[in-house]
């Protein structure tokens, strides 16, 4: 049996290796079922708020107990990495897309970084079975992101890290073994309602609760088929998801810009004017995001909301 002296000299070490690799944060929680969470998403399904996203009702067991992913699993270590850009487009003139998907597909990036920390906690911290996640399983990932401590989940349902803001992507390695747990943090929110008043299709219905079957970032990215008209001239020129209720979000003020080159957006992007995105041609759509988050909705969904935002 470990001692906790070990259990702590472990979980600081797999910090220090998930610094070095460049993750922005690393916190670890223990495995328990999540009930409130479980209760929560019930809920929210069965009021139908996940709109045609049929797939967010398969696996609810693996999605609020880890045990049902990793056999025995004991621990999930949570990793946050920064993609708040240093350069941003205007959506005052042109036609923009959600700061996530300015670079390289994340899932990409975030994996062979994980991949790379289990490695090394492998041959130099601690044997352990397990496997890594980013946004690829079942896993309710803002849950324990906000369990580990990482941050708290705000109004508007991202997780939003009081020294880096909600712009984060989340990871997860979920192990067999214990270490030494972080505790969650205070949900520093207070009286604020800055993102559930500038949300422009008022989606967010109460903290915390966002239905998809009004968010901009489920029209442009998850729905198949015709935006409905009741939307236009709503969706403030985004054509690929939706930042609105981040970016007003007073928690994002004085985030530092990320420093990783796959998240930069290429020139050509940042150049893009609502003519040229008009124009766009299912070549350059391919030459462009080849490497994009944004190919998963395809040429013809892309066009659809350039069409749909643009009015023509
Ligand atoms: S992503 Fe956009 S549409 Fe969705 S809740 Fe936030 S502000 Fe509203
Ligand atoms: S805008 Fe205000 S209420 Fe919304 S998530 Fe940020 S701090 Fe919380």
Redesign the pocket.
């Known amino acids: 049996m470990q001692m906790k002296t070990d259990l702590q000299k472990s979980s600081e070490k797999i910090k220090q290796e998930a610094a070095k690799l460049g993750f922005t944060d690393c916190k670890i929680a223990p495995v328990h079922y999540l009930a409130n969470d479980a209760k929560q998403l019930k809920q929210w399904l069965s009021a139908g708020m996940h709109a045609s996203m049929r797939y967010m009702e398969n696996h609810f067991e693996k999605r609020t107990d880890p045990g049902k992913l990793v056999a025995g699993a004991k621990s999930v270590i949570v990793l946050l990495l920064n993609y708040f850009p240093p350069e941003k487009q205007s959506n005052k003139d042109k036609l923009v897309v959600s700061k996530y998907a300015y670079g390289r597909d994340y899932h990409k990036v975030i994996k062979a970084m994980l991949n790379k920390l289990q490695q090394t906690i492998r041959n130099e911290i601690v044997s352990h079975e397990g496997r890594v996640f980013v946004d690829s399983a079942p896993v309710l990932e803002r849950a324990w992101a906000a369990r580990a401590g990482a941050g708290w989940v705000g109004k508007?349902a991202n997780l939003i890290s009081p020294e880096h803001g909600s712009f984060v992507f989340i990871g997860e390695l979920i192990i067999d073994v214990g270490l030494a747990y972080d505790k969650p943090i205070k949900d520093f929110c207070g009286s604020c309602t800055k993102?559930i008043e500038?949300?422009?299709?008022n989606?967010?219905l109460s903290p915390k609760i966002?239905d998809s079957r009004?968010?901009?970032?489920?029209w442009t990215i998850e729905h198949k088929g015709p935006i409905p008209e009741t939307f236009r001239k709503k969706f403030n020129n985004g054509i690929f998801?939706?930042?609105?209720?981040?970016d007003v979000c007073p928690w994002n003020n004085k985030v530092k810009p990320h420093n990783i080159d796959d998240f930069l957006p290429s020139p050509d992007l940042m150049a893009m004017t609502k003519k040229v995105w008009q124009d766009l041609s299912e070549d350059t759509f391919n030459r462009l995001f080849k490497k994009s988050a944004i190919k998963r909705v395809k040429y013809s969904g892309l066009r659809r909301n350039i069409r749909f935002v643009a009015g023509y």
């Open positions: 508007n993102c500038a949300c422009p299709t989606a967010i966002i009004r968010c901009i970032s489920y998801g939706c930042d609105i209720c981040q």
